[in-house]
């Protein structure tokens, strides 16, 4: 008898093999937008591959800016030119 209630036990239990959902963050984004800007600097792609990889950074970016995510960076203010006197 005691093995048929552990069998009954065993089958009421919920399944513990259910996995998370993937998920992806906002700072997940940023990570991957700093992940291009430092592997582009360090000569990882070929030149045939850089307009594939800046247009991503590029909508990458603007898609992080309309989520609020990234401000854009101010304008510079147009330099001054020196006046001699």
Known sequence: MAKKETQVAA??????????APSLTLQDLILVAQIIQLTTSRGAFKAEELENVG??????IAFLQASG????????????????E
């Open 11 to 20: 089958d009421t239990q919920p399944a513990q093999t259910e996995q998370a």
């Open 69 to 84: 995510a990234l401000t854009p960076a101010p304008a510079a203010a147009p330099a001054e030119a020196p006046t001699e």
């Open 55 to 60: 247009g991503l950074y590029n909508k990458l």
